[in-house]
């Protein structure tokens, strides 16, 4: 279940006269980035795919899959940019955490973007939707305790979600850089999972053109969909 493969065309979720929605693949950068010269891109794949330019207006880490928008005007660009940076899009990610977390709650922990930047004020509320116990071992513990919640970043700061689900000992799976190896290591093992379990399931805002209420959603991939599945959480993925 790796998603390690080129992709030619990007699912679309979403389109209108001003904007384009898409379901951005795990592994694959938004836009090209000169610390990862030579890998693709979904701006490029859009773009090649609609035969016009197409200008970003959010971020996605390149290991999170869902929702991604895309403007078609500069015009259109800056309206969405601006929507987000008055914190007026609402978002919802769907993430794999170690244990059980409780059942609802909030993290608020500022977060620093930049080595010479002050932290910045960061807030995430979230929402318990499933549990599982696993058969398997994993350090002190003869069991593995597993939760999928719902997370809804009210701010928008570098690698968030991954950060504050990491300081209350919560790690999403497949984070490798803020999560838990040993965690990591069983999903690689038991199902095969090489990736972030972190996805941008819904986004939805006020359209800064028509003025009518948009929300945009996107299922989970077949790795994540079969995932669900053997963990027993199939019917909380169909029951969004």
């Known amino acids: 279940m790796s998603e390690n493969q080129p992709v030619e065309q990007l699912e679309i979720l979403y ?9 951005k693949p795990a592994g694959i950068h938004v836009h090209p980035t000169q610390l990862s010269r030579g890998e693709d891109s979904c701006m490029r794949i859009l773009r090649d795919q609609l035969d016009r330019w197409v200008y970003t207006v959010h971020r996605l880490d390149r290991a999170t899959s869902g929702v991604l928008i895309f403007a078609l005007s500069s015009e259109a660009a800056a309206a969405m940019i601006n929507l987000f940076s008055e914190r007026k899009v609402e978002k919802e990610y769907w993430a794999v955490v170690r244990g059980y977390i409780e059942e609802k709650g909030s993290i608020e922990r500022p977060l620093r973007e930049e080595k010479h930047k002050s932290p910045a004020v960061a807030i995430t509320h979230f929402q318990r939707r499933a549990t599982v116990e696993l058969p398997f071992p994993v350090g002190k513990f003869n069991t593995a305790r597993y939760s999928l919640v719902s997370a809804f970043p009210k701010t928008g700061r570098k690698n968030q979600l991954r950060k504050h689900f990491s300081a209350i000992s919560h790690h999403i799976i497949g984070d490798t850089r803020y999560g838990d190896g040993r965690h990591n290591r069983l999903f690689r093992e038991k199902f095969n999972v090489h990736r972030l379990l972190l996805l941008a ?9 028509s003025g009518e209420a948009v929300s945009i959603a996107a299922q989970p991939d077949s790795t994540v969909s079969t995932l669900f599945q053997e963990l027993g959480w199939g019917d909380v993925a169909l029951n969004k």
Do not use: R, S
């Not at 389109?15 to 379901?23: K, W």
């Not at 399931?201 to 053109?209: D, K, R, V, W």
């Open 15 to 23: 389109q209108d006269e001003q904007y384009i929605a898409v379901h």
């Open 201 to 209: 399931i819904n986004i939805g805002f006020i359209h800064p053109f």
